[in-house]
C-alpha cells in the first residue's frame, strides 16, 4: 500500500507540473497588452487601449502607422485564424492539417488563387500597396513579440509561416469561397440536371420562386408559375421501376434537412423616422467559430484631407486584412449582406473532336492550359493534381451530357480584389458611398449606408459584376460563338442603387432586391424565399420612430410567420387522426408560442413537419435526378416552397408519389414520420424542445483533437439558442449572426455591437468569451469600447521592453 501511494503522489505531481507548463505555454501566447514595445518601421509611437473586453482602440499618426499596429494586434491575437484563412483559399491546408484537408485542397486549388494573388497585389495603387506593406509587417512583428507561438501550433507541433502581402489578397478570397457557394456552382448544376430530366413545364413549376413571400425593394412579386397539367407528367403511370427509385432518392431529399440555408440581414431608416441622422442595422450571418470571423475595433488617425480632424472608425475588422469592413466614421455608417446574385456561371467546353488539347473558343481553337499543382500533406506524400485550364476558368464538372464544364467565377478575375474598402473610412455621405460601391474588390455584396444627415441608400458592391450576352445564366452554356458570354463587366452607371426611398425604409436579407433590367445585371445565383426580408419590412413598417433597441428587437425577431400556415395544416392533419402518435404532438402543436423559441417543442414538430412534406412530396422528381447523379441535390432548402405548397393546397393526383393512397395520407405519414424520430430521442416528448436541437456548437477548430473535457475549455458553452431559417433571427448550431450591430452616424455612444465568442481564442486571455453570453441571449452591449484597462505603446526609438 505504501508503494501504490507513493505512485499515487508521484501521479498527482506529474499531472500537476504537466498542467502548470500547459497553463504557461497557454498564457505565454497571449498579446501583450500593457506596456512599451520598440517596433521598427513606424514614424510615429502609436498607441493600443484595450478594455475589459479587449477591444483595442487604436490612435496613430497616419494611416500607414494604423495599418502596422492592427496587423500587431491582429497577428498577437488572431494569427492561426489568419493562417487558415490564407491556406484556405491557396489550398494549402494539409499541409498544416495533414491528409483530412486534401479533397478541400484539391478542389480551391484548381482556381489557383496564389498566383492570382500575386498578380492583383501588384495591381493595387501605391496607396493600398503601402498598407498592406505595413500591415504584413506588423503582423509579423506582432507574432515575433508573442514569447511562445499561438497555442495551436504547440498542438499541431509546427511553426507557423511568416505572413507575407499576396495573404492578404487571400483573406479576401477566402470570403469569396464563404459567399459563393465555396466556389462550385452546384446549384446551377443540380437545376440543369433537373431540367435534363424532367419536362421543362415541370421543372420551371418546381424551381419557382414563392411570390407570397417576396419582399423586394423595387417592383413587385414574381408572377405564379402555373401547375402542370397531367399531359406534362403522371405518376399515376409509373412504373415498379420507378416507384423503386423514388424510395432509393429518399435519402437524397433527407440532407437537405440539415442544410441552414442563408442568412444576412442588413435594413436602415432615413433620420425623419430616427430624429435626426439616420439609423442603420447590419446582421451578417456566417459560420461560428471560436474566435469569431471578426474582430472588433476602434481605429483613430488624422484626416489626410484636413489632419486637425480625426478619423475615429468604430466597428469590425477581418483579420488578415488592413481594413474596418463593417462600421462607422462619424458621418457615415455602412453594413453588408450577401447579395445573392449570379457571380458564377458553367461554361460548355467543346473540345476538337481531331484533337482533344484543344477546345473551342471566339477566336478559333486553343489549347487547353494544363498545370501541375503539388499539394503538401502534412506527415504524408504530397499530392499531385493538374488542373486543366480555359480562358474562362478551369475545367471542374461535367455537364448531364457528359460535356465537360469550366467555372467562370468573378473571384478568378484580377479585377476583383483591392482594398479600396478603405474609402469608405473618409466618406462622408450616403452619396459618396454609393459612388464608391461599384469599385469596391469584394465579394459581391449588398452595401447599405446610413448618413447623419439622414440620408440612406442600397447599392451592389463589386467591382466585377459581368455582363451577360447570348445564354441563359442558370444552366451551363456554349461561350464558344463571339458575342456570347460575359461581354465586359458593369459599369459605375449600370450599378443598381436606391436612395432614400419615398418610404424611408431599406430592407435587405439575402432576398432579390429589383426588377427588370437591374435583376438581369445581378442575376440570380439562389435568392432567399423572402419569408425573413419580408418580416423585417413589415417589422419596419409597423412603427413611424425608431431608436438603436427597437432595431436590435428586429434582428431578434424570432415570430414564426413563415410556418404559421404549415402550423394550421399539421392541426388539421392531427384533428382528423387517432394514431396515438399524433394524439399526442396536438397539446406541443397548439400550444406553439408561434416563434422560435428554444423552449418550444411544438415549434420543432411543425418545422420538422414542413420538411418531411417537402421531401415527400418532391421525392418523384428527385429519385430521376439522384439516379443518375448520386450527388444531386435541391439547390436550397427554399427551393420548391411555392410548388409543395400548391400541391398540398391542390392536391393534383397526378403529381402525388403512387406510394401515397391520395395527398392526405401522405400529409398523415409525414406527420408520422416526425412523431417516429421525436420518440427516437432520450427523453420524453416534453423534452423535445426546439433548443434541444438547436444547440450552439461554437468551437475552436482544432477543439476535435482534445478531449472532451479538456476541448470544452477552449469552445463557447453549448447554450440552447432561440431562432431558425425564415425568422430574422437566424440561428443554427454553427451559424448564425456574426456580429449584431445597429448605429446611428454621429451618435455612436448608443450604437450597439452584440459579437459571439469574444476577441481572443486563448482560454487564459482575461477577455476570452466576454459578450458571448450577451450575444446569445440578445442584451445590449455597446458599440463603442468601455474604460481603459491597458495601454500598450508602439514605439519606433530603440527602446521598450520588447523585441524589434
Not at 483595442?56 to 489568419?82: C, K, S, W, Y
Amino acid at each position: 500500500m505504501r508503494w501504490v501511494k507513493r505512485i499515487l503522489v508521484a501521479l498527482i505531481v506529474v499531472a500537476a507540473i504537466l498542467a502548470a507548463v500547459g497553463w504557461r505555454l497557454l498564457a505565454g501566447s497571449r498579446p501583450q497588452a500593457s506596456g512599451s514595445i520598440a517596433a521598427r518601421g513606424l514614424s510615429a509611437p502609436v498607441t493600443i487601449v484595450r478594455d475589459a473586453n479587449g477591444v483595442p482602440t487604436i490612435t496613430a499618426r497616419n494611416r500607414r502607422d494604423l495599418a502596422f499596429a492592427l496587423g500587431f494586434v491582429h497577428g498577437q491575437e488572431r494569427f492561426f485564424q489568419m493562417d487558415l484563412e490564407r491556406r484556405v483559399a491557396a489550398g494549402e491546408l494539409a499541409a498544416l492539417l495533414g491528409k483530412a484537408a486534401i479533397k478541400a485542397d484539391a478542389s480551391h486549388r484548381q482556381h489557383r488563387l496564389r498566383a492570382l494573388a500575386v498578380r492583383e497585389l501588384a495591381a493595387l495603387p501605391p496607396y493600398q500597396r503601402a498598407m498592406v506593406d505595413a500591415y504584413t509587417a506588423g503582423v509579423n512583428a506582432g507574432l515575433r513579440h508573442l514569447a511562445v507561438r499561438p497555442w495551436e501550433y504547440l498542438l499541431l507541433g509546427v511553426a507557423p509561416e511568416p505572413w507575407t502581402d499576396a495573404d492578404s489578397i487571400l483573406t479576401v478570397d477566402t470570403m469569396f469561397f464563404d459567399l459563393n457557394q465555396d466556389g462550385n456552382d452546384t446549384r446551377e448544376l443540380n437545376i440543369a440536371r433537373l431540367r435534363a430530366v424532367l419536362p421543362k413545364a415541370l421543372s420551371d413549376f418546381l424551381l419557382a420562386p414563392a411570390p407570397r413571400w417576396e419582399a423586394p425593394l423595387q417592383g413587385g412579386p414574381t408572377a405564379p408559375v402555373p401547375l402542370p397539367p397531367a399531359s406534362v407528367l403522371d405518376l399515376r403511370h409509373a412504373t415498379p421501376a420507378t416507384a423503386a427509385l423514388v424510395a432509393g432518392a429518399r435519402a437524397v431529399a433527407k440532407t437537405d434537412a440539415a442544410d441552414t440555408g442563408i442568412g444576412s440581414n442588413g435594413f436602415a431608416v432615413g433620420g425623419a423616422l430616427a430624429g435626426g441622422a439616420a439609423l442603420l442595422a447590419n446582421d451578417p450571418h456566417l459560420a461560428l467559430r471560436v474566435p469569431n470571423v471578426w474582430y472588433r475595433a476602434q481605429l483613430r488617425y488624422p484626416d489626410p484631407a484636413d489632419p486637425q480632424r480625426m478619423i475615429d472608425l468604430n466597428g469590425v475588422t477581418l483579420p488578415g486584412a488592413p481594413a474596418m469592413v463593417i462600421g462607422s466614421n462619424g458621418h457615415i455608417a455602412w453594413g453588408f449582406t450577401n447579395s445573392e446574385g449570379d457571380w458564377m456561371d458553367w461554361v460548355r467546353v467543346v473540345v476538337n473532336p481531331g484533337n482533344h488539347a484543344q477546345y473551342k473558343t471566339p477566336a478559333g481553337w486553343q489549347t487547353l492550359q494544363r498545370h501541375a499543382e503539388i499539394i503538401q500533406v502534412k506527415g504524408a506524400p504530397a499530392v499531385h493534381i493538374t488542373v486543366t485550364d480555359t480562358i474562362w476558368g478551369p475545367i471542374m464538372a461535367t455537364a448531364p451530357d457528359g460535356t465537360p464544364l469550366a467555372l467562370a467565377w468573378v473571384a478568378q478575375e484580377p479585377r476583383a480584389v483591392n482594398l479600396n474598402v478603405m474609402k469608405l473610412e473618409t466618406a462622408t455621405s450616403v452619396q459618396q458611398a454609393l459612388a464608391l460601391a461599384p469599385t469596391l474588390g469584394i465579394p459581391p455584396q449588398n452595401l447599405v449606408v446610413a448618413d447623419a444627415r439622414g440620408n440612406i441608400g442600397w447599392s451592389i458592391a463589386s467591382s466585377a459584376i459581368p455582363l451577360r450576352t447570348g445564354f441563359d445564366p442558370s444552366i451551363p452554356a456554349d461561350w464558344s460563338q463571339p458575342g456570347t458570354g460575359w461581354t465586359g463587366y458593369a459599369s459605375p452607371a449600370q450599378d443598381p442603387r436606391i436612395e432614400n426611398p419615398a418610404d424611408s425604409r431599406i430592407w435587405t436579407a439575402n432576398q432579390r432586391i429589383v426588377t427588370g433590367t437591374a435583376l438581369q445585371t445581378i442575376g440570380n445565383g439562389g435568392y432567399d424565399l423572402g419569408a425573413r426580408a419580408q418580416q423585417i419590412r413589415d417589422d419596419l413598417r409597423a412603427r413611424a420612430h425608431f431608436t438603436p433597441r427597437d432595431m436590435l428587437d428586429i434582428q431578434l425577431d424570432d415570430r414564426a410567420l413563415f410556418l404559421a400556415r404549415w402550423q394550421k395544416l399539421l392541426l388539421g392533419v392531427l384533428d382528423a387522426s387517432r394514431d396515438p402518435k399524433l394524439v399526442a404532438l396536438r397539446p406541443f402543436v397548439a400550444h406553439w408560442q408561434a416563434r422560435a423559441a428554444a423552449g418550444s417543442v411544438g415549434y420543432r414538430v411543425v418545422r420538422r413537419f414542413r420538411e418531411k412534406v417537402r421531401e415527400n412530396a418532391l421525392a418523384p422528381f428527385t429519385a430521376r435526378a439522384a439516379t443518375r447523379w448520386h450527388n444531386f441535390k435541391w439547390p436550397s432548402p427554399g427551393v420548391g416552397e411555392y410548388a409543395v405548397w400548391k400541391l398540398v393546397a391542390q392536391k393534383p393526383a397526378w403529381l402525388l408519389d403512387p406510394k401515397y393512397q391520395d395527398w392526405n395520407a401522405l400529409l398523415q405519414a409525414s406527420a408520422r414520420e416526425v412523431a417516429t424520430e421525436l420518440a427516437a430521442q432520450p427523453g420524453p416528448l416534453k423534452d423535445q424542445t426546439w433548443g434541444r436541437y438547436n444547440t450552439a456548437r461554437i468551437d475552436n477548430p482544432l477543439a476535435i483533437a482534445l478531449p472532451r473535457w479538456l476541448a470544452d475549455w477552449f469552445n463557447m458553452p453549448h447554450d440552447e439558442l432561440a431562432g431558425d431559417d425564415n425568422v430574422p433571427r437566424v440561428l443554427h448550431p454553427a451559424f448564425g449572426a456574426s456580429i449584431r450591430m445597429v448605429v446611428q452616424p454621429g451618435d455612436e455612444a448608443r450604437g450597439i455591437l452584440e459579437m459571439p465568442a469574444g476577441q481572443s481564442d486563448n482560454p487564459t486571455s482575461p477577455w476570452f468569451g466576454n459578450g458571448h453570453e450577451a450575444w446569445v441571449h440578445g442584451r445590449v452591449t455597446p458599440l463603442l469600447p468601455g474604460p481603459a484597462r491597458y495601454r500598450l505603446t508602439l514605439d519606433p526609438r530603440p527602446h521598450g521592453n520588447g523585441r524589434p
